[in-house]
């Protein structure tokens, strides 16, 4: 099936090498309770590992999606008409715009780990938000389904 070009959905999973640290995690915990028995340490390492586990799925279960005329980020659902130009963020710039050029009132949906982002100034003056941050793996892919959903948005004249 072929997504129209005002479509894009992609979910910014957690690197692999996390899923290992969640199974020491685990490992660590059965090791703390070593000395208590058998039991206790089959319970620590099963349950260490299975809430480190959430906790790694969890955080890397957000999903970036344009669909139906709106910029899903996240929790944030926001119209592509209220969406300036989307701008493609290389990792040097993705770095700086998370650090030192962050505006506390922007919205931001970053992954430290995806190294590339779109930044899309909001044009709607009754919202304070300057501008959205996503983190994508895609950023290109990203940006033209934000410009084409735009351009089915607003009627030809």
């Not at 944030?76 to 493609?88: C, W, Y």
Request: charged share 20%; with cysteine.
């Amino acid at each position: 099936m072929q997504l129209s070009p005002a479509h894009h959905d992609e979910r910014l999973t957690a690197p692999r090498f996390w899923w290992g640290i969640a199974v020491m995690t685990g490992l660590a915990c059965a090791l703390m309770l070593l000395p208590l028995g058998t039991m206790p340490l089959l319970a620590g390492l099963v349950g260490g590992t299975a809430l480190t586990g959430l906790l790694v799925s969890s955080y890397g279960s957000a999903r970036v999606r344009v669909v139906n005329g709106s910029l899903a980020a996240g929790e944030a659902r926001i119209p592509v008409t209220a969406l300036g130009e989307p701008e493609i963020l290389d990792a040097e710039e993705s770095r700086a715009w998370r650090t030192y050029k962050a505006d506390t009132r922007a919205f931001m949906l970053m992954r430290s780990y995806v190294p590339t982002a779109v930044r899309v100034e909001v044009t709607d003056p009754a919202d304070p938000t300057p501008y959205v941050y996503v983190s994508t793996r895609e950023p290109a892919a990203l940006a033209a389904a934000i410009r084409a959903a735009k351009a089915q948005a607003v009627p030809a004249e």
